[in-house]
């Protein structure tokens, strides 16, 4: 099992720390601290890489200097400015990644703020979301009940309510997409998926948490609960052993995105430095003859061949390493990859579903599925319908547009243009009243403005 580190705080002085923030701070903007941690995160990264071929000689020594190459690149993350939404509640994308979606109970809220106010430290949940690496999504009544039962929860010390409803207002809540489930979405559901929701909801069990399942059931999404009644809803007799251990489970995914940001970078720019190589061999021959290029390579082919066999044992040696490496990072991957994607619930799949449910409801789901995994975030009509599945059912354009404008989880953030989810009226309140803006890419935390007053 990958014993990869993601730290809710780094090793070093700056991780350990918690940053004080003065208080007429303002929330980051969502380009500054993730962009220059993400530089110093790859410069980590090609500092370790140039230690391939100097030692390392199975694909097992490449995955464990991927492996410390990861943890290196959580502790810049672990002090990035938190990313807020706009003050219009559209929050920021993820270009290089397809973040998988975390739906998260009240519980484990509670206990998470808790420990972030003791600690100092940002716990595992909220730097893997605010590196983009994870998607976190609560139904409107967890947003409701954790500002509800503040005051119980705090009420034994050592943390004060105050300094739990800070926390949870601009640590928490700018990574947390709030989704409205209403009535209506159980028709969503496939048949067994449909009485499981509606046995939680029977006196005697948890109807609170019956909208909460019922997200973690649409999104196909890893549930966070210390209930084992809204467990079972979303996972039926699946094993919940191992559940509990859902730290090590969001290390995992969050190992596993941080990997996948790396390889999609390292393709995008292998294809963009193809694109160029191609584009100028083909003004190269165009503007010559296309025998002068086989010339080039003829006379290339000559200079490796005369080269001492010394030389060419090097640049075979480096070619192996390179492919070594290629290996060990993909097998730290899959790794990670299958620890986190396991952890999500088993869910009918789409032939399935446009079997047991209306065509409307079918295609709802599918909206809200990919547009929860959307790298861009929000989506418009005509973006969204590219990105969907075969579904079995009709998909085009006008209908997708519709289920958008009908249906509550999706918000229109911009004319035209929607996303999963909304963010928290504390949150948009508190961005209206601050509006963002700059501040040093050092500075982790946030704290209230005098005179602002508690979420609500």
Partial sequence: ???????????????????????????????????????????????????????????????RLVRGMVADMHKYSAVAPIRFPDPRGAFPGDILLRPPPVVVDANVLRNDIRRTCRTGQRTVLVTAANAGLLRLFCAEHVYHEVIEHSGDWTAAGPVTRDDFLRTWLLEYLPLIRVVPIEEGHLAWLGPAELERVRHLAQSGQDPDDVPSAVLALLLEAFFLSEDVKPLRAVYGDADLSGHREWVSILKAGGDAGQLGKTFT???????????????????????????????????????????????????????????????????????????????????????????????????????????ARSPGCDRSAAELTAELPHLGVAQGEAKVRQVLRDAGPFIEVWRGRWQAGQAAPALLRYLTMQPPKREPPDNAQHALPPGSGEPS
């Avoid at 993730?34 to 500092?47: E, F, I, K, Y």
């Avoid at 193809?274 to 503007?287: C, E, L, T």
């Avoid at 005369?306 to 060419?312: I, L, M, V, Y």
């Fill in 1 to 63: 099992m990958l014993a990869t580190s993601f730290r809710s705080g780094g090793a070093d002085d700056a991780a350990d720390a918690r940053v004080g923030v003065a208080p007429e701070a303002r929330p980051g903007s969502a380009e500054d601290g993730p962009l220059a941690c993400q530089s110093a995160a790859r410069a980590v990264a090609l500092s370790s890489l140039r230690c391939v071929g100097n030692g390392f000689d199975s694909s097992e020594d490449i995955a």
């Fill in 265 to 371: 970078l390292a393709v995008n720019l292998t294809a963009l430095a193809g694109n160029g190589v191609a584009s100028s061999v083909q003004r190269i021959a165009a503007a010559t003859s296309p025998w002068l290029l086989v010339a080039i390579g003829l006379g290339a082919a000559w200079w490796y061949l005369k080269r001492p066999a010394s030389t060419r044992q090097q640049v075979a040696s480096a070619a192996e390493s390179i492919l070594t490496c290629v290996l060990g990072a993909a097998i730290a991957y899959q790794e990670v990859q299958d620890q986190f994607t396991g952890a999500a619930p088993k869910t009918p799949g789409w032939a399935s579903l446009a079997a047991d449910l209306p065509p409307a409801a079918v295609l709802g789901r599918a909206c809200l599925h990919t547009l």
